[in-house]
């Protein structure tokens, strides 16, 4: 199964689509394709019912949180100081937004091939974390589209019962995601190390502002 | 009664006991536990009471099915905060006198998954608990032996008195706080009528470091 040929073959068939090759650069190179949302669905028909592709199992779906982030770059600049033009050097900062991201992985039981990976990405983290449901498309994605949305808040539009999953239903936020803050357990274990030790002194230092005494600690 | 006399009696052929022993040895001798597991405790649960291990030998061979008619609750396996209510909720529901045993790491602090957003760190934190067993999981024998404590526990109540058990006064609770389920966490995240977290001494800035690298 070449990914390259497959991506000519879906752009050919689907009109107006755009997918994008990501190559994976591991020995694996298990390569995957983007698609754009607007054509997803379009396009995860064809996969499953072109004869020569037949897609008909989507084994498996993944979350993946990519928080923005800010990227400082030093470029050397032309510029007119004091009426004489030199090279000074200057930090830019871009923003890169971030975005949520589903990964499904696709075989062919017909065909005994696969898997084929592809990616959809939302347009941010906030407002805009709607994805379509490949739900109807392939039932076996219905529990786990529930579970990404019960862990990364992504919006499966056409999922016929977008419900929680693992969390109550009055939870209000996304576990999974990069900037989640878990709740302020008490971490007392005396042999803490890393981020729980940096955590447990947090807490301490919030809950007893003064240390308790050697002869106190049970 | 005097022991003595009492053995001398029973060497008599004369029986003599008093109402605390005949009560706590029929508690003793028939704890019905509740018919209820949660993870992966609940299969060495359900292999004490089978023929190899035979809790039935300490009469508890009976697991209700409701908790109405249960004496003990084996909390076996992890917790997680979407059951805590439920669990509560449970032991609520059983009649006194009625007694915990934490089965297991998860049950007792949220064992490997502790440091999880999911998962309740130790059912102590909303139910009394009478014993607790460490163990991931603790085999059939840790169980008994368990079994064992709590029996010997019951032995040991006096009926009246300041350390009379809870059932037999009057102004201690048998119900307690069903946690609710909140935007971020449970409400509320402890009872703090039974649990406070314990202060524990954590290494200074510096003397880890020294002794990590």
């Given at each position: 199964?070449?990914?390259?040929?497959?991506?000519?073959?879906?752009?050919?068939?689907?009109?107006?689509?755009?997918?994008e090759l990501i190559a994976n650069p591991s020995p694996s190179g298990q390569h995957s394709l983007l698609l754009d949302?607007?054509?997803?669905?379009?396009?995860a028909l064809y996969l499953r019912d072109t004869p020569n592709l037949r897609f008909d199992f989507c084994?498996?779906?993944?979350?993946?949180?990519w928080p923005g982030k800010e990227v400082?770059?030093?470029?050397?600049?032309?510029?007119?100081?004091?009426?004489?033009?030199?090279?000074?050097?200057?930090?830019?900062?871009?923003?890169?937004?971030?975005?949520?991201?589903?990964?499904y992985h696709l075989y062919s039981v017909e065909k005994k091939h696969g898997p084929i990976v592809l990616r959809m990405r939302t347009k941010d983290r906030d407002a805009g974390v709607h994805l379509p449901s490949f739900t109807p498309i392939w039932r076996s994605a219905e529990l786990q589209e529930?579970?990404?949305?019960?862990?990364?808040?992504?919006?499966?539009?056409?999922?016929p019962d977008l419900r929680r999953l693992l969390m109550w239903d009055e939870f209000q936020d996304y576990p999974m995601r990069r900037d989640y803050v878990d709740p302020d357990d008490y971490e007392y274990e005396p042999t803490a190390h890393d981020a729980v030790l940096q955590r447990a002194r947090q807490h301490l230092s919030q809950a007893n502002p003064v240390q308790p005494s050697e002869g106190e600690a049970r | 009664m005097d022991e003595k006399l009492k053995t001398e009696l029973s060497k008599q052929g004369i029986f003599t006991t008093s109402l605390q022993e005949l009560y706590n040895w029929g508690r003793t001798s028939s704890i019905w536990p509740l018919n209820f597991g949660l993870a992966c405790c609940a299969i060495e649960m359900i292999a004490t009471t089978m023929a190899r291990y035979d809790l039935a030998r300490f009469g508890a061979e009976v697991f209700r099915p409701s908790p109405r008619q249960a004496d003990l609750?084996?909390?076996?396996?992890?917790?997680?905060?979407?059951m805590a209510p439920q669990v509560v909720r449970l032991y609520n529901q059983m009649p006194e006198p009625?007694?915990?045993?934490?089965?297991?790491?998860?049950?007792?602090?949220?064992?490997?998954?502790?440091?999880?957003?999911?998962?309740?760190?130790?059912?102590?934190?909303?139910?009394?608990v009478d014993i607790y067993i460490p163990g991931c999981p603790p085999r059939p024998e840790a169980l008994i032996d368990a079994f064992m404590e709590l029996q010997k526990k019951i032995d040991a109540q006096q009926l009246t008195g300041e350390n009379r058990p809870r059932h037999l006064n009057a102004d201690e609770p048998s119900e307690f706080i069903v946690p609710q389920f909140g935007e971020h966490d449970l409400e509320p995240t402890r009872n703090s009528s039974i649990?406070?977290?314990?202060?524990?001494?954590?290494?200074?800035?510096?003397?880890?470091?020294?002794?990590?690298?």
């Open positions: 199964m070449n990914l390259e040929a497959i991506k000519s073959e879906i752009e050919a068939n689907v009109p107006g689509c755009r997918l949302a607007e054509h997803a669905s379009a396009v084994s498996n779906i993944t979350g993946i949180d400082s770059q030093k470029i050397k600049v032309r510029k007119l100081v004091d009426g004489v033009e030199q090279e000074v050097e200057e930090t830019r900062i871009t923003t890169i937004p971030g975005s949520l991201e589903v990964v529930r579970e990404i949305f019960d862990l990364f808040g992504v919006l499966f539009d056409g999922h | 609750m084996i909390v076996a396996g992890t917790v997680t905060k979407k009625k007694y915990v045993i934490s089965m297991g790491a998860c049950a007792i602090s949220g064992g490997p998954f502790k440091q999880g957003y999911n998962v309740l760190k130790g059912i102590d934190r909303y139910i009394p649990w406070e977290p314990p202060l524990v001494q954590i290494a200074q800035t510096g003397s880890d470091e020294s002794g990590s690298h």
